[in-house]
Nanobody, 127 residues
Framework: QVQLVESGGGLVQAGDSLRLSCAAS????????MGWFRQAPGKEREFVAA????????YNRSSVKGRFTLSRDNAKNTLYLQMNNLKPEDTAVYYC????????????????????WGQGTQVTVSS
């Protein structure tokens, strides 16, 4: 069992930056593939970025276009999402997710492949 707690969301203006954090507890964090997803009102959950247990990363290029940077600190059991040049269309609840995947290059971009989810953190970007 893994517990995930997101933080760092808030209300910002277009062009501002935020850094989201996802603190994990319960199991060996480095054995998990991790991901960030977001969900805006009335829309389906959307893939943002994901990282494998050994550090390979992929992004939803069509939506983040080099503005977001994903990283993980296994010593701190924490996943980060640095979001720069935020736009109103980035407004959503952001969720982190984890899937057991020790020592693999597996990067998961589909919500159904994840076993554990955080409660989400709201990001609101005003124009």
């Amino acid at each position: 069992q893994v517990q995930l707690v997101e933080s760092g969301g808030g209300l910002v203006q277009a062009g501002d930056s935020l850094r989201l954090s996802c603190a994990a507890s319960g199991r060996t964090f480095s054995n998990y593939a991790m991901g960030w997803f977001r969900q805006a009102p009335g829309k389906e959950r959307e893939f943002v970025a994901a990282i494998s247990s050994i550090g390979g990363i992929t992004y939803n290029r069509s939506s983040v276009k080099g503005r977001f940077t994903l990283s993980r600190d296994n010593a701190k059991n924490t996943l980060y999402l640095q979001m720069n040049n935020l736009k109103p269309e980035d407004t959503a609840v952001y969720y982190c997710a984890a899937a057991p995947s020790p020592r693999t290059s597996l990067i998961l971009a589909t919500p159904g492949l994840y076993d554990y989810w955080g409660q989400g953190t709201q990001v609101t970007v005003s124009s």
